[in-house]
């Protein structure tokens, strides 16, 4: 059975033994709300969930199982982003914040301490003191990314090579366009970060896991990875990073934030691709130079 470890930044479930160089994390997934948070917004709970990547945590769980960590977040992301730079501060919404530079994620409103939900819809009426923020990135941000880096660290040790998976779900409506005339619409978008980030023979093995399982998938386009994937993925040194987004209505629906009928099959078929995935370079770096 695997280790569950937990504290107030994130869920550690390790594999009973260690097979994998791989490493899954979702960390968007974190459903944790401080009453603190619920009474300062002006929104309602339903409302502050609609950038939550509700249920992520649920569907890859089984990566212990075949022999990977997996390290899901416990605070929500209207909380916190981990996917983004603890210094991605908003003038707008932290006291004292400087500009530094344009910043489109921050001008949106979304950076490290979020201004906005999904649709734009503003969190707070007023300001957060720059001591508040601070707290939140030493509390939350810095012992999630800790244990990433130490996770990551240990399977290039053991395996030669570290593998991310960045795990992400995305709105229906951020893909019912794509495709264009004639193509499938992409259930799964891979971000390599246009190959910066990871290896295209190790992400054209992700792909398959997933085409394979009957996914139609797409690469880079609309998302090709934020600040885990431009961070963590050095292709050079081994060390890669993919961002997965998977299309929220295939499991669950949005409108009410709940999992759908299809909820349990379409965990089951990620259970499969996990493993899979799972499977890339599981050999000690001994064994794979031999």
């Not at 022999?67 to 909380?79: I, K, N, S």
């Not at 501060?89 to 301490?113: E, F, K, T, Y």
């Not at 609309?222 to 499991?251: C, K, M, N, W």
């Amino acid at each position: 059975m695997p280790n569950a470890a937990t504290n107030a930044a994130y869920v550690l479930d390790m594999p009973a033994e260690r097979t994998s160089c791989v490493v899954f994390a979702s960390p968007h997934s974190g459903r944790a709300y401080p009453a603190s948070l619920l009474k300062r917004s002006v929104l309602n709970r339903k409302m502050i969930r609609s950038s939550e990547d509700a249920y992520v945590d649920q569907l890859f769980d089984s990566a212990p199982e075949s022999g990977a960590p997996f390290l899901a977040a416990a605070m929500p992301r209207a909380y916190l982003d981990l996917n983004r730079s603890a210094d991605e501060l908003d003038p707008a919404l932290i006291q004292g914040a400087r500009r530094h530079g344009h910043n489109p994620r921050v001008a949106s409103g979304l950076g490290v301490i979020p201004r906005v939900v999904a649709n734009g819809r503003a969190i707070y009426s007023g300001k957060l003191t720059m001591d508040e923020a601070r707290l939140r990135i030493d509390t939350y941000w810095r012992p999630y990314h800790q244990k990433l880096k130490s996770l990551l660290s240990e399977s290039h040790e053991m395996f030669g090579q570290a593998i991310l998976i960045d795990c992400h779900s995305m709105p229906h409506e951020a893909v019912a366009m794509a495709g264009g005339s004639g193509s499938a619409r992409p259930e799964i978008v891979l971000g390599d970060r246009f190959g910066a980030a990871a290896s295209g023979v190790i992400v054209d093995q992700i792909e398959s896991a997933f085409t394979d399982a009957g996914l139609n998938v797409a690469r880079n386009a609309p998302f090709a990875g934020a600040y885990v994937a431009q961070t963590y993925g050095r292709p050079t040194r081994q060390q890669h990073a993919i961002q997965i987004e998977i299309d929220r209505s295939l499991y669950m629906d949005e409108d009410t934030i709940q999992p759908n009928g299809n909820f349990q099959s379409f965990r089951e078929v990620l259970r499969q691709v996990t493993g899979k995935i799972a499977s890339i370079g599981s050999e000690p770096l001994s064994l794979a130079a031999e």
